[in-house]
Nanobody
């Protein structure tokens, strides 16, 4: 059974940092991109960042570039999202996802999803 388990969410003040983790299990993810999407109350789910299997190619949404860093520990099948300089508008449930294609995240159904972790940034 494939599982993507997120951790690391919480409450932080604006300007602070959090590191989210996504532990993947249940299959080989060697051909998969793994990444993050988020959904704020009353808003559509949106893409945040993704990384390919080798960790050499990363993708970021514009709002995440320069503040967030995605990385991958292949040995432990874990993907991290380091979030710095957090803003109140980053408040959302953050979901880990995996898919064989890097395009269209946020606009189509992806292969695998986690349950989500809440990130709340206070002003």
């Amino acid at each position: 059974q494939v599982q993507l388990v997120e951790s690391g969410g919480g409450l932080v003040q604006a300007g602070g940092s959090l590191r989210l983790s996504c532990a993947a299990s249940g299959r080989t993810f060697s051909n998969y991109h793994i990444g993050w999407l988020r959904q704020a109350p009353g808003k559509e789910r949106e893409f945040v960042a993704a990384i390919n299997w080798s960790g050499e190619i990363t993708y970021y949404t514009i709002s995440a570039k320069g503040r967030f860093t995605i990385s991958r520990d292949k040995a432990n099948n874990t993907v991290y999202l380091q979030m710095n300089s957090l803003k109140p508008e980053d408040t959302a449930v953050y979901y880990c996802a995996a898919d064989q294609r890097p395009a269209g995240w946020g606009t189509r159904k992806l292969d695998y999803w986690g349950q989500g972790t809440q990130v709340t940034v206070s002003s």
